[in-house]
């Protein structure tokens, strides 16, 4: 089966510009998060959705960063405007189901905000 | 606050010896999971263990989940080049908040030819 689908790749900005990520999760699967990870840390939820509505997004910076998942598919993370500590790399992931579930990881997008 | 603390931060190791790495929490979880993440790459899950004091494993490498669901760890016999990477725990359940799948910063590990 394919996986989880991300890009871009990677994306170089100038801080206050915007910028937008595109995740398409694994067929039939509810759950999708996206996940911040700084070099040489574990990944930092930043929003969960269950089909199209949000389960968690308490650590969305939400003066900056949005997201949506309309049709419970695909979804879209936004930054605007950038920082630099947004420099990061942005992973998406998605599960069958909300607990005890193997979580299946993008290859993620390297942010580099200068 | 990070809710899972893993250690050690950095293990660098020759082939052939034995390790153990830890991830401890002050709540329970539902459940508990170990990835490995290479470089340039997402994390690939391990194992899932879901009941407290279970042992599961996968070649040369022991899953363990606390009595109290708590804690765990992964113990690797043997390690070879192909281990390395950074292995990260993560908890998901009461501990977590609900639904969440919270990751602890992980373990680098380096196993020297």
């Known amino acids: 089966e394919a996986g989880v689908a991300q890009s871009p790749r990677y994306k170089i900005i100038e801080k206050r510009q915007s910028v937008a990520f595109w995740c398409n999760p694994i067929s039939g699967h509810a759950t999708l998060y996206w996940y911040q990870q700084i070099l040489g840390q574990g990944p930092k939820l930043l929003i969960q959705?269950?089909?199209?509505?949000?389960?968690?997004d308490s650590q969305l910076p939400k003066d900056r960063f949005s997201a949506e998942r309309l049709k419970g598919v695909d979804s879209t993370l936004k930054i605007q405007p950038a920082k630099l500590e947004d420099s990061a790399v942005y992973l998406c992931?998605?599960?069958?189901?909300?607990?005890?579930?193997?979580?299946?990881f993008g290859q993620g997008t390297r942010l580099t905000v200068v | 606050t990070q809710l899972l603390e893993q250690s050690p931060q950095f293990l660098s190791i020759q082939e052939g010896e034995n390790l153990t790495v830890y991830c401890n929490s002050s709540?329970?979880?539902?459940?508990l999971q170990w990835y490995r993440q290479e470089p340039g790459e997402g994390p690939v899950l391990l194992v899932t263990?879901?009941?407290?004091?279970e042992v599961k494993k996968l070649k040369r490498l022991t899953f363990q989940f606390g009595d109290a669901r708590k804690d765990s760890s992964l113990h690797i016999t043997a390690a070879q080049p192909g281990d390395t990477g950074l292995y990260l725990c993560a908890g998901s359940g009461p501990g977590a908040g609900s639904y969440q799948l919270t990751f602890g910063k992980g373990t680098k590990l380096s196993v020297i030819p």
């Open positions: 709540s329970v979880f539902s459940s």
């Open positions: 992931a998605s599960s069958f189901r909300v607990l005890n579930t193997e979580a299946f």
């Open positions: 263990v879901v009941t407290g004091g």
């Open positions: 959705f269950q089909n199209n509505g949000v389960v968690d």
